[in-house]
């Protein structure tokens, strides 16, 4: 399976296929297999739920596409598509259903529909905000739903000519088309997958449509194309979804309407000028506006409505220049106001920013983390606001600091010590400026985590544990590429019964012969404890890692 975070409906479909598996592999009597009949119930309820909730995707969809059609027309379109295609690929599915219930009772559809079918009032899937007759199966009244010849040879036939092959085909062919619309970068996130292959108990090599359908009785032929359609209303709700936001992303918010202001600086030098953009979030450039501006005040009211300077917007913007005269904190308040598209009102929308006018200062960024660590070349940027930063001489109290070919600097701090201070001058109208100080903390960079095939605790195959061949220490959310531990050694041991076996000390990280054995000599469910795993950075410090504790499946 993907790697992705699956949502609870997910899972819950997960849990009930893996139920349906579990209940295929016990040879149980025919009244204990009735009670998987609540099994496809639930996932036909959770079908229908989830038709509604994409009935009501589509209702939203349709609400922007009639406030702006220019604009969303083709994500409209494209949402169509997919409604038509889902809609198509379930209804072949639901035929199906049907086929494989008439010919387990030796009867036309005509009849079975007539026997073993109930109308429901469901979604319209083609006409969101209406409801349709559906037929519904009524599994529980089948009597042939334990049993298998006619599934199987329905489904699978004689020469892997079978209905579920068409089937595998067309899903495929549905899943290409959802990533041709959303991307590829998306697939891992779309159910539908065919070509996986699958093993029996004997080991022998299954395709999907074996795997799911050879030998398999009517009632789970049903509830697994009832998951199938599950799988298809997840792809075509997730695709309608990336289609809207694409819409929001691109062109303008649907949540609400908000002012934003939006300064090019809010810490500028005296003498310098304050300046920002002043717009409306959600309108596009075609939107005209008038903003009122009142220095100095938290807010516009009618007291003081007559004393705010009024601009006018081009193209949606309103720009902003303000002279810095006055050192210390500013303020200042206004609103806009546009023409409501829905009543043809006219609205105001308030906002208020502040900024500071300060005296020239320094600002030391680091560029990758907010602390110094020893054994590192740590890379930060020195500029102050107004100074060309080749005018910047920098400083530092414990350590050392040198300019890079980019104009950023590399720091170099000692080990053992807990801060230091970098400073920085700048040579201003001939004369030397103290522009202000900063002090970092020093700290060791931390342990990496130890993994096998990407795991620290878990289950894994055997053969991926040996493809494995080594422990790789890996950095987490540590962004120094370049800087990289090495394992110096560790230990392998196991249980075998209540007998412990150890490898003794193994010296780098790559498996040896021996351990190899114990992995290859390891059965399912047994424990292999990598322990006291011993890495060197860069530095020469040695660390100790986490054990990892894998199972073997």
């Known amino acids: 399976?993907?790697?992705?975070?699956?949502?609870?409906?997910?899972?819950?479909?997960?849990?009930?296929?893996?139920?349906?598996?579990?209940?295929?592999?016990l040879n149980v009597s025919k009244d204990i297999l009735d009670a998987f009949l609540v099994v496809n119930e639930s996932m036909e309820s959770t079908n229908e739920s989830f038709a509604s909730k994409i009935s009501s995707e589509y209702a939203k969809f349709e609400s922007q596409?009639?406030?702006?059609?220019?604009?969303?027309?083709?994500?409209?379109?494209?949402?169509?598509?997919?409604?038509?295609?889902?809609?198509?690929?379930?209804?072949?599915i639901e035929n199906i259903k049907l086929e494989v219930?008439?010919?387990?009772?030796?009867?036309?559809?005509?009849?079975?529909?007539?026997?073993?079918?109930?109308?429901?009032?469901?979604?319209?899937?083609?006409?969101?905000?209406?409801?349709?007759?559906?037929?519904?199966?009524?599994l529980s009244e089948v009597p042939s739903r334990d049993k298998f010849d006619e599934p199987t040879?329905?489904?699978?036939?004689?020469?892997?000519?079978?209905?579920?092959?068409?089937?595998?085909?067309?899903?495929?062919?549905?899943?290409?088309?959802?990533?041709d619309i959303i991307g590829e970068q998306y697939s891992d996130k779309i159910g539908l997958k065919t070509d996986e292959k699958y093993r029996d108990a004997t080991g022998t090599s299954q395709d999907w449509e074996y795997y799911n359908f050879f030998h398999t009785i009517l009632?789970?032929?049903?509830?697994?194309?009832?998951?199938?359609?599950?799988?298809?209303?997840?792809?075509?709700?997730?695709?309608?979804n990336r289609l809207y936001v694409n819409i929001s992303e691109k062109d303008f918010k649907f949540d609400n309407i908000s002012a934003k202001v939006i300064p090019r600086s809010t810490y500028i030098l005296s003498g310098q000028n304050y300046e920002a953009e002043v717009l409306v979030a959600a309108f596009d450039s075609k939107t005209q506006s008038e903003v009122r501006i009142l220095r100095g005040a938290d807010k516009i009211t009618q007291a003081n409505r007559n004393s705010a300077q009024v601009l006018k917007s081009v193209n949606g913007v309103v720009n902003l220049q303000f002279p810095a005269q006055s050192i210390g904190p500013q303020r200042y308040a206004g609103i806009i106001e546009i023409l409501d598209p829905g009543t043809q009102e006219i609205v105001s929308y308030p906002f208020s920013a502040d900024y500071i006018v300060?005296?020239?200062?320094?600002?030391?960024?680091?560029?990758?983390?907010?602390?110094?660590?020893?054994?590192?070349?740590?890379?930060?940027?020195?500029?102050?606001?107004?100074?060309?930063?080749?005018?910047?001489?920098?400083?530092?109290?414990?350590?050392?600091?040198?300019?890079?070919?980019?104009?950023?600097?590399?720091v170099e701090v000692p080990s053992g010590e807990r801060t230091t201070t970098i400073?920085?001058?700048?040579?201003?109208?001939?004369?030397?400026?103290?522009?202000?100080?900063?002090?970092?903390?020093?700290?060791?960079v931390p342990n990496p985590i130890a993994k096998i095939a990407d795991l620290t605790d878990g289950t894994i195959d055997k053969n991926r544990l040996l493809t494995a061949r080594a422990i790789i220490p890996e950095l987490i959310d540590f962004d120094f590429s370049d800087y990289h531990f090495e394992i110096v050694s560790y230990q392998l041991t196991t249980y075998r019964g209540t007998e412990l076996q150890t490898t003794g000390t193994i010296r780098g990280n790559i498996f040896t012969e021996a351990v190899n054995n114990f992995i290859r000599n390891a059965g399912r469910g047994q424990r292999l404890y990598f322990e006291r795993i011993q890495a060197k950075g860069p530095d020469g410090t040695m660390r100790t890692l986490n054990p990892i504790n894998l199972e073997i499946n």
């Open 1 to 25: 399976m993907a790697g992705y975070k699956e949502t609870p409906r997910q899972k819950m479909i997960g849990m009930l296929y893996l139920v349906l598996t579990a209940l295929l592999a």
């Open 65 to 92: 596409y009639t406030l702006n059609p220019g604009k969303v027309k083709e994500y409209w379109d494209q949402a169509q598509d997919v409604r038509q295609k889902s809609f198509e690929l379930i209804e072949y």
């Open 101 to 138: 219930v008439a010919r387990s009772e030796k009867m036309s559809k005509e009849d079975a529909l007539i026997k073993f079918y109930r109308i429901e009032q469901a979604p319209d899937p083609l006409s969101p905000g209406k409801m349709r007759d559906k037929k519904v199966l009524k």
């Open 153 to 179: 040879n329905y489904m699978v036939g004689q020469n892997k000519n079978g209905k579920a092959y068409e089937l595998a085909e067309k899903m495929n062919e549905y899943r290409s088309f959802v990533l």
């Open 219 to 240: 009632a789970a032929n049903v509830t697994i194309l009832n998951k199938i359609i599950a799988e298809i209303q997840s792809t075509e709700f997730d695709a309608i």
């Open 358 to 410: 300060a005296p020239p200062s320094l600002t030391v960024a680091p560029l990758k983390m907010n602390i110094l660590y020893a054994g590192l070349k740590n890379p930060i940027s020195i500029s102050s606001p107004g100074i060309p930063s080749e005018q910047i001489t920098p400083n530092i109290s414990k350590g050392k600091i040198s300019k890079r070919s980019d104009g950023s600097w590399d």
């Open 423 to 444: 400073s920085g001058t700048a040579n201003i109208d001939g004369k030397s400026l103290l522009l202000g100080s900063f002090e970092f903390r020093i700290k060791q």
